[in-house]
């Protein structure tokens, strides 16, 4: 495969889940974007920061392009890049989050899909990488954020799906039926 058509390919699959990752806060009040839906305190706005400052981290510092973006040092890391602090608002960090687009386009439109890249925060062998492994992590990254933001707006008003475009209306009679043809299932298979 050529190496333009491959990074084409993978930049243009970024771009989309990077899309599907904020539409996912649309509709949302302040409250419902920052609250946390899980055990460990996840929530939608928190899982925006998070993808943004991990790709600034990869399209910048990797490759001795750092972002322009406030991001302190990675070793002093200390957790507050996956939740919504109440001095941020929602537009700061989605507008952080598509500067940061803008940054790793810039990085990832300038450099070969071999250009080297070093990560200091993974361990050896491997810190020393390329661009082609580097867009492969951040899409791995971004493509599994985003479908944890699919659970967690589903959990809260029943919304899926990857773009505006193809949401279906909601069938509240039809989505119970079939979530509870699925329960029976469990139950039957478990014997209970």
């Keep these: 495969m050529d190496d333009e058509l491959a990074k084409a390919d993978l930049h243009g699959r970024l771009r989309q889940d990077r899309r599907a990752l904020l539409w996912k806060l649309d509709g949302l009040s302040e409250y419902d974007s920052r609250r946390p839906l899980t055990a460990t305190g996840t929530s939608l706005l928190g899982l925006v920061k998070h993808v943004a400052t991990v790709e600034a981290w990869y ?3 990797v ?7 406030p991001l302190g040092r990675w070793q002093d890391s200390d957790g507050g890049d996956h939740w919504a602090h109440e001095h941020e608002t ?3 960090i989605t507008a952080f989050y598509r500067r940061t687009w ?14 080297p890249g070093r990560v200091p925060w993974w361990t050896e ?12 992590h951040v899409l791995g990254e971004t493509i599994r954020h985003a479908g944890h933001a699919d659970i967690l707006r589903e959990s809260l008003d029943g919304r899926t799906g990857l773009r505006p475009e193809h949401e279906q209306p909601i069938n509240e ?8 043809e699925i329960e029976r299932a469990a139950r039957s298979a478990s014997g209970l």
Excluded: M
């Excluded at 490759?63 to 973006?69: A, H, T």
């Excluded at 803008?102 to 250009?115: M, N």
């Excluded at 062998?125 to 492969?136: I, K, R, S």
């Design 63 to 69: 490759f001795d392009r750092p972002s322009p973006e």
């Design 173 to 180: 009679p039809a989505r119970a039926a079939h979530r509870a």
């Design 90 to 92: 929602r537009d700061q």
């Design 59 to 61: 399209f910048g510092a």
């Design 102 to 115: 803008e940054h790793s386009d810039a990085t990832i439109d300038a450099l070969p899909l071999d250009a």
């Design 125 to 136: 062998p491997h810190a020393d990488t390329n661009l082609f492994l580097v867009l492969l």
